[in-house]
């Protein structure tokens, strides 16, 4: 119904022209080699596999074709799992008449588009994120993490930390697995040689 | 007459707190309250789905469970019900026969109040068959003797009796001043369920009247004071106050009504289903380990025994070779030593039964818990998947056709109700995705844990106040989806604590995955409270019940004012404790 609906509304637009209707992913992977569309706009949400993988599938078989994801998540993980396997544009089934041909004009010409609230969802993820590994500044020390921290520092051992925290081993030891993993340490000593690099405990 | 002075026999109890009563009943093995458990999930489920043969089944079960309980005014009541519902199975001569039994047990007894009550059901049997005369002039009967009474649960009936009659020959302005007198008596007499019921009853006649304004009224007042979350009545309430809203053309609070009703219908239906298996898992938890416990007390009688025997013996040695102690002397300390032992493997062993018995304990609780949130996470899913898929779909479809339309009509684009109703139709879909989101986090299948908290915590920064730090360490990858799908929703739970009660403007959110363990920590600075006094709340409640449920570690440190860190642990070496047989069978995994 909803693939019905888009078809009259593109039907409308001068420079347009709606090659092909397709109602699931194998129509679509059997019909899109056949009209070899300029555009293709791709459900995510598909009944009988998934977008991401029609969107795969596609990119390596028939690389010309731009593909623009319509969908209901505006969730940065899909949006940036689309992007990833090759889809140039992103927009939200509840998108309005002029951005949707806005959106399939740009990737005719062989631009990106993002609607508006896709936008915002990718800007959003981007701040203040950090993963293991190596990294340019220093992590994020949690409260709990500062203090274990601190007492290991002070040569404190597992069960004194504990006793001091009113915490139980178990937990001290989480905190102490959680910052060997985020300050790229092996032990102990290189705990203690992050923590002065980095100068953790000073502020 | 000692449970008519309870509460409950004659109130309007609500779905948990019939739960609650089965529950008591069954695990203290009370027969009385297994009883009055049964009779009023029998009136519930009949007014609910209006099935009379299951009401039938369990009115029966009552009967037999009162008659054990050796409660003979019980007995008669439940039985003067039951027979309300033999006419249709072809019993109608023993109906009567029952009730007769019943009215006259109630005459000998002098209890006036419950003779009168029969008299109202046998009314309905002759309804049933047809007697209308009979009936009318039972009716008339209850009606007189109820009166004289001034007692007040009987007024109530009549007077609710007497609106339903009212209401059928369209006199609305009579039954509205009968329902206000409900009201009234309910009030005086605390029973707050009945004034809900009539707050609802005159709401519901002024709709009929056409007095749209004071329906809603009493609609809003009938909401306000319903108690109960998990009520047909509250169902009901939804239903009205969307259909009088829709009357007054006030279409958004008739939409969220109507999403209310929704809800709550599916929620409704859940909860029974929940409840059902909950249930079931419960009864057969007991019975298996009321098996394994009787096993473990056998043994240690035998043991008992065993012990007994051999300290006999020796002491009829010692007696027999008393002359000769000398010489056995090594022997007998031989002897002794292996007494001693015996004895500390008698101890262990008993340690070690305890603890059996104690694991056995957890592992119940466990498997409740598990079909309980299994069922839980299946509804979720299913709704979530019919919201998002069909009303989704629809909403899209329909959204596309409304541009259609107006790139056709040019003139309705500047036609200001059009326009309204598109910006109704986009705040209705993105409403929609919301509740689906909420109900399944979508990603979380397809993406794993790391990327579906990313997604949660990205949603919550959208929606305004607080700056919230994500950090990751380690894959997250190939980790079971139960587990992965609690932990999620342990952040979720964690995240919305901290923004909505301790009001934090600056949250940590750090998931740590190590070789065996995955660690998760959220730290805010909000308000903070004292954790003794607040385990027991709901949230927290939940939140622990989840932990446990995989296996898990929780540490919560906080203080008023300075914010709170919680963390959990939870090994990933060991899967999630494998269900029992029937519990499998009650709830499908795939």
Known sequence: ?203 | MLIWAQPGFEDRLSFEQIQTLLADGISNRDPGKQALGWYKWAIYREQETLNRDSAFQYLARSVDLFLLAGDTTAYHRARAELAIRLPERGMAEDAIEMQQEALDYFRRTQNRRLETLVLAQMAQVYQLQGDTARASALKKAFRDKGLMLQDTFLLITVFLDDVARLQNERNYRDAISLAFRVLELARQSKRHEYGTLAEYQIGYLNKLARDNYMALRFFKRAEASISAAYDPLRRDIYRQLSAVYTELDSLRPALYYATRHIELGDTLLSRDRIATSHRLAAQYGEKERSRQLDELKARQEELELSKRQQRDFFYAILLFFGAIILALFFMVRDYRHRLATNRVIAEQNEKINQQTIRQLEANFRIESMQSMLEGQELERKRIATDLHDSLGGLLAATKIRLENLSGKVPELSRNEEFSKVKDLLNDTIAETRQISRNLQPGSLHQFGLMKAVRDLIVRVRGDGVPTIDFQHFGEFEGIDHTVALNCYRIVQELLQNSIKHAKATEILVQLTRTENELALLVEDNGLGYDPDTVTKGMGTDNLSQRVQFIRGDISIQSAKGQGTSTMVTVPLDSRPPAPGTQVQALSPTS
């Open chain 1, 1 to 203: 119904m909803f693939a019905e609906g888009l078809e009259t509304m593109l039907g409308g637009e001068p420079d347009f022209e709606v090659c092909g209707l397709a109602r699931n992913a194998a129509d679509t992977l059997k019909q899109v080699p056949e009209v070899e569309p300029n555009v293709l706009l791709l459900d995510i949400n598909l009944p009988d596999k998934s977008g991401l993988d029609v969107c795969k599938q596609l990119r390596a078989e028939q690389p010309d074709v731009k593909i623009l994801a319509l969908s209901m998540h505006n969730d940065e993980s899909y949006i940036s799992a689309m992007l990833n396997l090759g889809a140039q544009g992103y927009v939200l089934k509840n998108t309005g008449r002029t951005e949707l041909c806005a959106a399939i004009r740009a990737l005719a010409e062989g631009r990106t588009y993002f609607s508006q609230e896709v936008t915002d969802t990718m800007m959003q993820s981007l701040m203040r994120e950090r993963k293991g590994g190596t990294a340019k500044e220093p992590p994020k020390i949690s409260r709990r993490e500062r203090e274990v921290l601190k007492l290991i520092m002070d040569e404190c051992t597992t069960q004194e930390i504990a006793a001091q925290l009113f915490l139980s081993e178990k937990t001290v030891e989480s905190h102490r697995a959680a910052l060997l993993a985020k300050l790229g340490a092996r032990n102990t000593a290189g705990l203690v040689k992050a923590a002065l690099h980095w100068k953790i405990l000073e502020d």
